[in-house]
């Protein structure tokens, strides 16, 4: 079965500091791949999404992810963290072959340092 | 556009009790998704609705939950004899198609619900 991992539970980094989630995959196929951001009090919000096109997808609010097939990695990067990005992060999978529903990973908490 | 909306955004109940959740998709998607969001885990998938059928019921947890989709538009998730560990927030997403190639899903706010 598909599942995601993502490393680090919680993240804090200064304002301005450039911003790194990790997430991980497995899965002998890539499969479609997706983050979401999810605001305190709100639904989950696409960030971007990766399915086999170009390796670096640019995302919303300057956020982009870079697919490694040999590393089953799709790492979630911002240059300069901003107040404002202070969110959950979820990394999320859906195999190629049909099945539509996502699996989540458990979700990384993003703090941000003013 | 409207976006996915969902009601209601809170709901407490007693242990025991039946609860109908609500979800109404964007206008136009075919495909309609229902996961659950418990304290301190991850987003758990439910149930996928195709139109108005179930290709998909393998995360309701029991017998208890069910669901419905009428058409195209509203979905009912019911939740019989509601239980503590039942407590979580009930999200709600929707696509135009369900083509198999990694869809966008969007997320309605959900309903929190809190069984006492």
């Known amino acids: 079965a598909q599942s995601v991992t993502q490393l680090g539970s919680h993240v804090s980094v200064s304002e301005g500091a450039l911003v790194l989630l990790r997430c991980n995959y497995s899965?002998?196929?890539?499969?479609?791949l997706f983050w979401y951001v999810q605001y305190p009090n709100q639904g989950l919000q696409l960030l971007l999404k990766?399915?086999?096109?170009?390796?670096l997808v640019k995302g919303i609010n300057g956020f982009e992810a870079e697919f490694k097939k040999s590393e089953t990695s799709f790492h979630l990067t911002k240059p300069s963290a901003h107040m404002s990005d202070a969110a959950e992060y979820f990394c999320?999978?859906?195999?190629?072959?049909?099945?539509?529903?996502?699996?989540f990973g458990t979700g990384t908490r993003l703090t941000i340092i003013p | 556009g409207a976006g996915v909306s969902q009601s209601p955004s809170n709901k407490v109940t007693e242990k025991g009790k039946d609860v109908e959740l609500r979800c109404d998709p964007i206008s136009g998607h075919t495909a309609l998704y229902w996961y659950r969001q418990r304290l301190g885990q991850g987003l758990e998938f439910l149930i996928y609705?195709?139109?108005?059928?179930?290709?998909?019921k393998s995360g309701l947890p029991s017998d208890r939950f069910s669901a419905e989709r009428t058409g195209e538009s509203v979905s009912t998730l019911t939740i019989q004899r509601t239980q503590q560990e039942d407590s979580a927030v009930y999200l709600c997403?929707?696509?135009?198609?369900?083509?198999?190639?990694?869809?966008?899903?969007?997320f309605g706010p959900g309903t929190r619900l809190t069984v006492l």
């Open positions: 609705f195709q139109g108005n059928s179930a290709p998909d």
């Open positions: 899965s002998s196929v890539p499969p479609y």
């Open positions: 997403a929707s696509s135009f198609v369900s083509s198999g190639r990694g869809d966008t899903q969007y």
């Open positions: 999320a999978v859906i195999p190629n072959f049909g099945n539509e529903k996502l699996t």
């Open positions: 990766y399915t086999s096109a170009a390796t």
